[in-house]
């Protein structure tokens, strides 16, 4: 998975969640969101800043949604 940063600050990939993963949606899980993630200074994202992810990182959001729809 590739580096997010947001204002100059990178994103721990491994602290993003998803959520509106619906099965209805599969493959595309348009509905997919960010729900929580931290920098890695350990600050929690703001909604604004997870919904730059969603909006702008599809292919991560669609990624996570997919590993959460197989149960991982």
């Known amino acids: ?3 997010i940063y ?3 600050k ?3 990939n491994s602290t993003i969640t998803i ?3 619906d099965s209805n949606d599969y493959p595309d899980f348009c509905d997919a969101f960010v ?5 890695d200074d350990g600050t ?3 909604f604004h800043e ?3 992810i969603t909006d702008e990182h599809n292919e991560i959001v669609n990624e996570l949604a997919f590993q959460k729809f ?3």
């Not at 729900?35 to 920098?39: I, S, V």
């Open 35 to 39: 729900d929580y993630a931290k920098f």
């Open 1 to 3: 998975m590739k580096n």
């Open 50 to 52: 997870m919904d730059i």
């Open 44 to 46: 929690e994202l703001r």
């Open 19 to 21: 959520d509106g993963v």
């Open 70 to 72: 197989l149960g991982y």
């Open 6 to 8: 947001i204002g100059g």
């Open 10 to 12: 990178k994103v721990d």
